[in-house]
């Protein structure tokens, strides 16, 4: 017994002892920091989920395909985008079930589009000619059974998707001249397709009317806020972007206030009720007819104000040669650049450093770090991102690395791109050895593990930013 008492003082006592330590090493120490300024750059950023995309069609048939070497066929040379539209056409079976083999050619073409490392867009169509209502199943449970039947390659592959965009129905997919568009069929289709996929992946309806009949609410952040699982995953696509005044049909064509027979309201209400919406789920589509909407400044305000984070790449190249001509003549570092390569570059989330400070605290005996950000881009980073400090000792090999706290889902871009947000984390002085400490930044995409690349001037090293030193004496 005596035996047992004396062990456990003595563990005790080891416990004290270490943790005195700790304590004194906090104590007398002393630390001095440095932050590193930061300036803004146009640069190119080839960061996920956001940017031009090329558009891919194909039929899914019951013939057997080599998916793979149909790809490297047809696929563009586009290794400056991240992200691709493929629309899977399933008209050959609008009678029936999908069959086997149809069901096999759709999962061998999901393997094959594995293999080129873009996230998708998705869209299935029973239309690829203008022909919704013709081309459509005459069931809508024939649409709803279909979707069904391709929830294990959905599940299988959600990594590779980023949205799937609309609900099988309409002209092209687009959801417009469709049997199918009341509210109440949209609300069975999309709870079937919330159903049957991943809750990674956004959904997309073509219009804020659909959206608002879908969700029954006119209130998308609060719907969102309050835990609405659908609202928060449901998003749009506008495949008539900056077409004409009202989108080519997206909005009311008159500015009178409440609703229409389709459930529009006017131009400036869409506009507003987008702002909220987009804040948080994506936006983007294809922009059409060169028209003074689309004029350059005109489109830069209004990509920025529907917080677009995607487009099409190849259509309407008429208004994007338009904007290949024009020049900025804003301040700072675009100041110059052609039009749609300053497009290009804010499509989505565009994240930069501000200001960063490191500042050692006598009192707390921790050194405070404090990094503040800016989304310059016209759209958010919706997935929320890890946030990563690391605080690396090359003589010593040594690595301390800390998450730091900070939601900049917050940061919205678009109209209010000098909003700032701050990422905070503090360090211990107990934690550091009597050495020199390089501080490193990062966010980390987590959807697909991949750094994000922030807009500033500095390049990213193996650890991430450099944004200051830590010496401990």
């Not at 035996?3 to 456990?8: F, H, S, T």
């Not at 995309?53 to 400056?80: N, P, R």
């Not at 169509?125 to 209502?133: L, Q, T």
């Amino acid at each position: 017994m005596v035996g047992k008492k004396k062990k456990k003082i003595f563990i005790i006592a080891v416990i004290l002892s270490a943790a005195a330590v700790l304590f004194l090493k906090s104590i007398y120490v002393r630390v001095e920091t440095e932050s590193f300024p930061f300036t803004e750059s146009a640069r190119k950023l080839s960061n996920p989920d956001r940017g031009f995309y090329h558009l891919y069609t194909f039929l899914i048939t019951d013939e057997q395909e080599d998916y793979g070497k149909l790809i490297k066929t047809i696929v563009h040379d586009d290794a400056d985008t991240e992200i691709m539209m493929v629309k899977i056409c399933i008209q050959s079976y609008r009678e029936g079930e999908i069959s086997e083999k149809g069901l096999k050619n759709i999962k061998s073409l999901f393997d094959a589009l594995k293999t080129l490392d873009k996230r998708i867009i998705l869209r299935f169509v029973y239309d690829d000619e203008g022909k919704g209502e013709q081309n459509e199943p005459e069931s809508l449970d024939i649409i709803l059974r279909h979707m069904k039947q391709v929830e294990s390659v959905l599940m299988e592959h959600s990594g590779q998707i980023f949205i799937l965009q609309g609900l099988f129905t309409g002209n092209w997919g687009e959801m417009n001249g469709t049997r199918y568009g009341t509210a109440g069929d949209m609300e069975r289709l999309a709870k079937q397709l919330e159903r049957v996929t991943d809750e990674s992946v956004y959904l997309a309806v073509r219009t804020p009317a659909q959206w608002r009949g879908i969700v029954q609410s006119d209130n998308p952040g609060e719907e969102i806020l309050s835990g609405s699982h659908l609202a928060a995953r449901l998003s749009l696509f506008n495949d008539g972007l900056l077409g004409n005044r009202s989108d080519y049909g997206t909005y009311k064509t008159d500015d009178s206030s409440g609703f229409d027979v389709l459930g529009r309201r006017s131009r400036e209400e869409e506009l507003d009720f987008q702002r909220e919406l987009c804040r948080y789920v994506p936006n983007g589509g294809e922009v059409i007819n060169d028209n003074p909407y689309n004029d350059f400044e005109n489109a830069v305000k209004g990509l920025s104000e529907r917080h677009i984070t995607y487009l099409n790449k190849d259509y309407d190249q008429t208004v994007l040669k338009k904007w290949e001509k024009e020049k900025v003549t804003e301040e700072g570092c675009f100041n110059g650049m052609d039009g749609f390569t300053y497009i290009d570059r804010h499509l989505g989330y565009r994240l930069l450093i501000a200001d960063a400070d490191l500042e050692y605290s006598r009192k707390k005996r921790c050194v405070s770090v404090e990094v503040l950000l800016k989304n310059v881009g016209f759209a958010p980073l919706y997935e929320k991102p890890r946030i990563n400090l690391v605080l690396y000792n090359e003589k010593k090999g040594e690595i301390l690395s800390k998450e730091m706290s900070c939601d900049i889902r917050n940061l919205v871009g678009g109209e209010d791109a000098q909003m700032c947000q701050t990422a905070y984390a503090e360090v211990p002085a107990g934690e550091l050895s009597k050495s020199d400490y390089t501080v490193y930044f990062s966010i980390e995409h987590q959807d697909t593990g991949r750094h994000i690349l922030l807009a500033n001037e500095q390049d990213e090293e193996e650890y991430g930013y450099r944004i200051g030193t830590i010496k401990r004496y």
